[in-house]
């Protein structure tokens, strides 16, 4: 049974419903109509919020069928970047202009530091890793051995979280904040100028930051000769 098939199988799907108006409210993408890669047209459009079910069991088919072809579509790779011809490498890659293909790598990247749980170290491994194969074998599968070895240094910085700065000034934390920390709180609207002076006030090694820029504190003016 062919994989078209078995989506159009009553026995697995049943109770399909095209979402209201093309794309439901849920729906973030609007698939282009291409054929089947590790997801079928019909899987596609489930994921993107245009095809509903009416039986649970039918979604959790739909869901399964999604899971088991990506679990072994990813397993394909192993033998994809090692055995692949040649000219089967070049005709993939001119099948994308560049634009589109470092998006679809940036979201293969996305995909798995998502599903290892956003851990760096491994992901640092796992480019390394990846990186000194390809740097060490050539479209032919010959291995070449110039690459000695490969460093990534991994380093994402994030917008600090408001709301649990906002608690510590609640807390009477506030003079523990550095002065980026107070400068997002601002930014964020939770604290304007007369709310700086407050915290000033009543804590003498809260940072000298407001909605302008910097404010030297009373103590460091009285130390200036």
């Known amino acids: 049974m062919s994989d078209e098939d078995q989506d159009n199988n009553r026995e697995l799907f049943t109770g399909v419903e095209d979402a209201k108006d093309g794309l439901s409210s849920e729906s973030l993408?609007?698939?282009v109509d291409r054929p089947r890669g590790i997801l079928s047209p019909t899987d596609r459009e489930y994921l993107c919020g245009m095809k509903d079910y009416s039986h649970d069991q039918t979604e959790l088919n739909r869901r399964q069928a999604i899971r088991e072809r990506t679990i072994e579509g990813i397993r394909?790779?192993?033998l994809l970047w090692l055995l692949l011809e040649q000219s089967e490498w070049e005709k993939i890659m001119e099948a994308f202009d560049t634009e589109e293909l470092n998006t679809?790598?940036?979201s293969i990247l996305a995909f798995m530091y998502?599903?290892?749980d956003q851990d760096t170290g491994r992901m640092g491994?796992?480019?390394e890793r990846g990186l000194y194969l390809g740097a060490n074998y050539d479209t032919s599968g010959r291995w070449s051995g110039?690459?000695?070895s490969v460093d990534v240094d991994i380093d994402i910085e994030y917008e600090p979280n408001v709301d649990q700065l906002y608690e510590r000034i609640e807390e009477g934390e506030g003079?523990?904040?550095?002065p980026s920390e107070v400068g997002a709180l601002v930014k964020a609207g939770k604290l304007d100028s007369a709310d700086l002076e407050e915290l000033e006030d009543t804590n003498e090694e809260f940072p000298g930051v407001y909605a302008g820029g910097t404010i030297e504190s009373t103590q460091d003016e009285e130390a200036d000769p």
């Open 76 to 78: 394909d790779f192993n």
């Open 114 to 116: 998502i599903g290892i």
């Open 29 to 31: 993408l609007d698939p």
């Open 125 to 127: 491994q796992i480019l």
């Open 146 to 148: 110039r690459a000695n």
């Open 175 to 178: 003079g523990q904040l550095t």
């Open 104 to 106: 679809a790598f940036s």
